[in-house]
DNA sequence: GAAAAAAATGAACGGCGTTCAATTTTTTTG
DNA sequence: CAAAAAAATTGAACGCCGTTCATTTTTTTC
């Protein structure tokens, strides 16, 4: 690799690691391209030459936290396979204590808005998709004569209403759950919808 | 009432008109100042004199969003009486619709990102709360030996997982379900998730 | 080592929410 | 009704922001 290409994939790292910084301790709101350029000395216009716009560098600190909510799904799976309902039900938990313990970061995902006409790359719906697929496994368990595609719905279904839980439950300006609650009701909801599958 | 006060009401009443008209056809995010003080023809200045920014601004638009999903409950309780579980089937079938054909409007109830130290007027909080209560009415129906506390729980449980699926179905950009499929979930949710309660 | 290409720089631009000193209008006072 | 006080209106100006771009510096090519 010459001098400059590592000097540019550098300065990309620093900035995504600056960023995450910053989104993790005052919350992507408060991103300012001025502090992230101080954060990695380099100047204003260099993060310009490195990525379109600061909507893209917020992409790439958004896909390093979709990264570790797959590998924190991926070690609440555990033995999924031996018990699916519950396996889901500690999926439904694992994303909760990730949301709970990282919430400005994991805010980064859906509070920042992008301009409606920026596209987001492939990549980002791919992380989305990986996490599903967390979820269709033992569902597919469950429920052994679904079709694929109804497994999916499913686990949409799933995946989304656990999502509100715990979006809510984390403002406080809206009716959410308490937190002490959630879990308990996480179990509830994730059981209760599935005995209602019964298949 | 005198001259100054009424001219007063007016304009706040203007403002939150144009505000309503801009959220509703460009989003939340492009509601400008300057844009609104030509609407309603004051001075850029004069907003200033009425809220004490542009957040309190939207907040009052966020109410009126708040009384007409109200109202659409209302609507859609009907006889939940006679039937209290299909009932809150048609509740979160109300709340998605809203949110389908008012997308925008509904959006900024949850989109717009107040600082942090803002704090929320009581009337909002009161305005979500009073949402709850369309769904604590016949989720009292279905468990009648719940305590009060309980079925509060409850109520939050299932506004937020139907809040979850709505808001992630009309979100382009993340894994929700697609729009056809979210009447049958929202139903299998609701019916689910209670009869995994039945008392 | 000279020419060409690439990257780095920070001042400058346009747009934003908000403020404020100056002005006008309304209300109160005598 | 006039004069004084209070309130509202105004729009230029401030400070901050993301982004651009002419210029300078560094790296690569031959």
Redesign the interface.
């Known amino acids: 690799m010459s001098k400059a290409t590592e000097r540019k994939a550098k300065l990309h790292a620093d900035l995504v690691d600056a960023a995450e910084t910053r989104i993790a301790s005052h ?1 992507v ?1 408060s991103l300012r391209a001025r502090d992230l350029a101080n954060d990695v000395g380099c100047s204003l216009g260099s993060i310009y030459n490195v990525f379109d716009d600061l909507h893209t560098l917020i992409l790439h600190a958004n896909m390093r936290t979709l990264d570790r909510i797959d590998k924190v799904m991926t070690d609440a799976a555990g033995d999924v396979e031996k018990d699916p309902l519950n396996g889901l039900v500690g999926l439904a938990w694992a994303y909760f204590d990730f949301a709970d313990s990282q919430t400005r970061t994991w805010r980064a995902l ?2 920042h ?2 301009p ?1 006409d920026h596209e ?1 790359p492939d990549w ?2 791919q992380g ?2 990986e ?2 697929q967390h979820i269709e496994q033992p569902l597919q368990q469950i429920l052994p004569d679904a079709q694929p595609e109804r497994v999916q ?2 686990a ?2 799933l ?7 715990v ?3 984390l403002d406080d ?5 308490p937190k002490e ?1 959630v879990r308990d ?1 996480l179990r ?2 994730v ?7 019964e298949n």
Chains 1, 2 share one sequence.
């Open positions: 919350g709101a859906f509070d808005a992008f409606e987001l980002i719906y989305q998709v996490l599903l719905l499913i949409r279904t995946f989304s209403s656990v999502h509100g839980i979006e809510l439950s300006r809206t009716v959410g759950l609650a009701q509830l909801l059981c209760g919808f599935l005995a209602g599958y």
